[in-house]
């Protein structure tokens, strides 16, 4: 390699480190945009919503139904 590639990889080398900043700027908190899908995601969250109701609820009878099965004192 003769003296001018080396000048050549030596700038190409500290070329890149001397174009980039310090420190990388953080993009500003932005509130998540708006699209057609929200109203049905929205229908979809309240429905996960009322089944782990539900499915709380059935648990509890099941539980209650175990117990006075047992003859154990209700829970």
């Not at 929200?38 to 919503?49: G, I, S, V, Y």
């Amino acid at each position: 390699m003769g003296a001018l590639g080396a000048w050549t990889l030596l700038l190409a080398v500290l070329f890149i480190p001397g174009c980039s900043s310090a420190k990388d700027p953080e993009p500003p908190a932005a509130p998540p945009h708006k699209t057609v899908f929200d109203p049905l995601t929205q229908q979809m969250d309240k429905a996960r919503a009322v089944q782990q109701t539900v499915d709380s609820q059935a648990d509890q009878t099941r539980r209650a139904v175990d117990a006075q099965e047992r003859g154990d004192a209700s829970p």
